[in-house]
């Protein structure tokens, strides 16, 4: 059976559906085809024992980008941010300390750090904003600019020089190269404030704060803050990819679950279709792919239909995931040392030194899993009681520095890792266990088996320098565009990378909006 | 290849057919090639050049580069690297090809040899296992390197046909240019084919490194009744030059080395438009060889003959006596048998077109004093030299 449509997108993450109700909106026929049984990718709502439901692998997360909250209508169709979270950084002996937007309080900060914290926050959210013209486009080429990208990257320019001012400029471009430790160091003092940032601006990364470059993953990630303060991401009302889904439905957009592409099919280097598992074939003008590169061109597409260079640069594609995940199904609320209640619906991080996470990662660097996992714990029935039945509670924990393994992954190594946090969690909150109904923990090999995501890496590929911009995902491929005619891409492994910002889905709708381009 | 403790020791190895090439040489003048002691010169280059063109010559190729693939993806893998359509290589068959980089400029040349079903060796001037090895993703094929494994020797001249049949190697007088044969001489196993990069009667020689010398004294053997000759990279150089065979890396920068935008060459820059198949389906830089097809050529790699008698070294090319600068000659002999110079040159094409009136500025030397004079000349299509009997089947029993 063949069905015909002017674009198939293959996975209904939220870029694909994003770039699919683009799309849709601007008329064409859309198909988006996605594996799984629903909708949302990463993103989407997971259910525990029938009857707890978890946010899906982003818990924690900024708010949608303005523009494609606004063009897609997502209001309308059922959206609303979550609670804005404070962030936590727990230490049961020397007591936590509480991350808000402007202000950090907790016992024993000392009043550099609290002079320092809003200073920091609102230097780097202004960096941020001064690469908003960089993040928020297509990256100009390197060859053959258009006018449009001369224009950006002359924005840009202004944006850091008169944007940032004299001082900030020169300030940006000392520390954007640099790495977390060296600029947490140079500002603050106490090391539960440091621990927390540092984990932050490395989260979902194979680095620690002392990777060179992680200023600028962080700053990636900081990009996001511009559209509001981080919240809890995924709770069932006014769900993002719920809206997302009604939207892109009430646009036109076909939406496929269940159905896995086996192939990107193409005729003498142009792409005119995929091909189901089922046998089904779609025929499409366009194809656009929101999968990991990796998975796109050497899965679907197959090196042998690409130029070898192209084909060997999409396979050392840095992007090896390092996150687990542990889901807890509670018989009721945890308490955790010293946190006062009214904390504990909060960002709770598990970080309590920068050194701390600097060692946990170097474990996960040779395959090993840290005895002081870094932990990220959010509980979402806190915010809204119809997760978990009457008096139950969910805990949705990431769980950082899993190494993925490709082998050698079974339920007693899942076990451990689930033992191993629990024991650096009850640690915190006692009885914990005692709590606990059902529990899943997800490590990175089965993020990438559920979710496609290549070794179960969020972002489809690191956050570093040399995977950003022009050259992400890669060299020859940057701008949505890719070898293989009317093939484009849109997913977290293109420019401006991974987080829930919507913006390479969108960029990617624009860019086949454009239609051929001369060259 | 087992590398010896202390290997750094020895600054170029030495081939199968060493003692042999080193008793010959007289001039001791050695070059470096592939890290192989090869002569330049051996004992007399006019004598080596005519060895070529009017007897038999024989030089050790074993330096060359050549790779064996092999698996069950061995044809797609090979039909996927080079420009050239191989629809007709077949097992016994070898052919010319070109392979580019993603960006549509030559990496090297070579020759393909076809001994079976998914068995091929890819012989190459330049190192090419890094990019074999980039190309071989996704594809079910294993790469040997086997340069040092497989000796070899090229046989090449008016009379290297009767002189290999007189040694006793039998079967070659039916093969035809570019085939290839399994075959005996005594009791050693030897492969034939009717190649070369002289532009006459020729054949290559692959053996077993045991059995290198026991092959060379064979064709040495026939000395009292031929003209048999040792001989060097410099009569190559002249014959190559003479047939109008480029070598890249020399004539023009090989594509994964050049470093400055501009300083690679496309196959048709170069002269090997011929060489690339735009409809046989993918390969690697189809999708630029496409786009730059459309364009009006922009340099070529033209064949020059240079007027007057001064010998043509490295010189500027101008369009018109005095002007503008339209290129370089990369390369140039005086040719012997056609008396006259003879070059590549890369030149600038306007608007596909190459100079009307190309002028080379030769440099030359009068006892030490550098002096230059105009010379007008000649662009020539095909090669400057091209025998009947370099592709006459059978070939001219001497």
Not at chain 1, 232 to 261: N, P, Y
Not at chain 1, 478 to 493: H, K, M, R, V
Not at chain 2, 132 to 146: A, K, N, P, T, W
Not at chain 2, 301 to 312: D, H, I, M, Q, T
Request: proline share 5%.
């Amino acid at each position: 059976m063949t069905d015909r449509f002017d674009v198939v997108v293959i996975g209904a993450g939220h870029n694909g559906l994003v770039c699919a109700t683009y799309l849709a909106r601007a008329g064409r026929k859309v198909a988006c085809v996605e594996a799984r049984e629903v909708p949302g990718g990463m993103a989407a709502p997971r259910t525990l024992a029938d009857r707890y439901r978890f946010p899906g692998l982003a818990h924690a997360a900024f708010p949608v980008n303005a523009d494609i909250r606004r063009d897609l209508k997502l209001d309308q169709f059922g959206y609303s941010p979550g609670p804005e979270l404070d962030t936590v950084s727990l230490d049961g002996d020397r007591g936590h300390v509480v991350l808000g937007a402007d202000s950090v309080s907790g016992e024993g900060i000392p009043d550099e750090d609290k002079l320092a914290y809003p200073r920091f926050q609102r230097d780097f959210r202004e960096f941020a904003g001064a690469l908003r013209p960089l993040f928020g486009n297509p990256p100009p080429r390197l060859k053959d600019m258009s006018s449009r990208e001369k224009a950006n990257l002359a924005k840009l320019g202004w944006s850091l020089r008169f944007g940032l001012g004299r001082e900030s400029m020169y300030e940006f471009l000392r520390v954007a190269g640099s790495n977390m430790q060296d600029i947490l160091d140079e500002v603050f003092v106490d090391e539960r404030l440091k621990g927390a940032m540092g984990a932050d601006a490395v989260l979902g990364s194979a680095m620690g704060p002392r990777t060179p470059g992680t200023v600028l993953t962080w700053l990636q990630r900081l990009y996001g803050a511009l559209n509001g303060r981080m919240t809890l991401h995924g709770h069932a009302q006014g769900s993002f990819t719920e809206a997302l889904k009604r939207s892109a439905e009430a646009a036109g957009v076909s939406i496929r679950c269940g159905s896995r592409v086996e192939r990107i099919v193409t005729d003498d280097g142009r792409a005119t279709g995929v091909s189901l598992s089922t046998g089904e074939t779609l025929e499409a003008r366009i194809v656009v792919s929101n999968l990991d590169p990796r998975a796109t061109f050497l899965d679907l597409v197959g090196a042998p239909n690409l130029d070898a260079m192209f084909a060997n640069r999409v396979r050392q594609i840095r992007g090896s995931g390092t996150v687990g995940k542990l889901h807890l199904a509670l018989a009721g609320e945890p308490r955790l040392t010293g946190l006062d209640r009214s904390l504990l619906g909060n960002r709770l991080v598990l970080a309590p030194s920068l050194k701390s996470v600097e060692q946990a990662f170097n474990h996960s660097k040779y395959g090993e899993f840290s005895e002081n996992p870094v932990l990220e714990i959010t509980i979402p029935s806190l915010h809204e009681s119809d997760l978990a039945p009457p008096g139950h509670h969910v805990m949705s924990v990431n769980v950082a520095y899993v190494p993925y393994r490709e082998t050698g992954e079974d339920d007693q190594y899942r076990n451990e890792l689930a033992e191993r946090t629990l024991s650096g969690l009850e640690y915190h909150a006692p009885g914990l266990r005692s709590l606990i109904v059902d529990q899943e923990f997800l490590t990175p090999r089965d993020v990438e088996s559920e979710y496609g995501a290549v070794q179960g890496h969020w972002h489809h590929g690191e956050l570093s320098m040399h995977q950003s911009f022009m050259m992400r995902p890669v060299y020859g491929s940057a701008q949505y565009e890719t070898p293989i005619e009317n093939l484009f891409i849109c997913g977290a492994g293109c420019h401006p990378g991974g987080g829930l910002t919507g913006i390479p889905g969108k960029n990617a709708a624009r860019r086949v909006l454009e239609g051929v381009r001369k060259t | 290849m087992i590398i010896e403790p202390g290997h750094f020791r020895t600054a170029m190895q030495h081939t199968p057919f060493h003692p042999r090439v080193a008793a010959a040489t007289t001039t001791e003048e050695w070059a470096n090639w592939n890290g192989y002691m090869v002569p330049r010169e051996v004992d007399n280059l006019s004598a080596e050049y005519f060895a070529v063109r009017s007897g038999c010559s024989v030089m050790d190729l074993t330096p060359m580069e050549k790779y064996r693939i092999s698996g069950s993806d061995a044809r797609a893998f090979v039909d996927r690297l080079v420009t050239r359509d191989l629809s007709k290589l077949e097992p016994g068959r070898v052919c010319y090809v070109v392979w580019c980089n993603d960006e549509g400029k030559v990496i090297d040349d070579g020759t393909l040899f076809q001994f079976g079903e998914n068995d091929y060796r890819l012989c190459a001037q330049h190192h090419q296992l890094d990019w074999l090895e980039i190309s071989s993703l996704g594809f079910d094929v294993e790469i040997e390197l086997e340069t040092h494994d497989v000796a070899a020797l090229a046989v090449q001249g008016p009379t290297s046909c009767s002189v290999l049949a007189c040694a006793g190697i039998g079967g070659i007088e039916t093969l035809k240019p570019f085939d290839v044969v399994d075959t005996w001489l005594g009791g050693c196993r030897l492969t034939v084919s009717r190649t070369g990069y002289t532009g006459d009667l020729g054949y290559e020689l692959w053996v077993n490194p045991d059995d290198a010398l026991a092959l060379w004294d064979a064709i040495f053997g026939v000395r009292d009744k031929f003209n048999v000759r040792v001989i060097g990279l410099s009569a190559l150089e002249m014959v190559r030059i003479e047939a109008g065979l480029i070598m890249p890396g020399f004539d023009f920068n090989t594509a994964e080395d050049t470093i400055r935008n501009g300083f690679d060459r496309s196959p048709w820059e170069v002269g090997l438009g011929w060489a690339v198949h735009l409809d046989k389906g993918r390969f690697t830089g189809r999708r630029a060889l496409m786009v730059e097809k459309k364009r009006p050529l922009g340099r070529y790699l033209a064949k020059l003959v240079v007027e007057g008698n001064k010998p043509v070294g490295p010189a500027f090319v101008h369009e018109g006596k005095n002007g503008r600068q339209v290129g370089e000659i990369k390369c140039a002999t005086w040719s012997p048998v056609l008396k006259a110079n003879v070059a590549l040159a890369d030149l600038e094409c306007h608007k596909g077109r190459m100079p009307a009136h190309p002028w080379a500025r030769v440099e030359y030397e009068r006892e030490l004093k550098w002096m230059s004079e105009w010379a007008q000349c000649r662009i020539v299509k095909g090669p400057f030299y091209n025998p009947e009997h370099r592709n006459a089947t059978p070939p001219t029993s001497f």
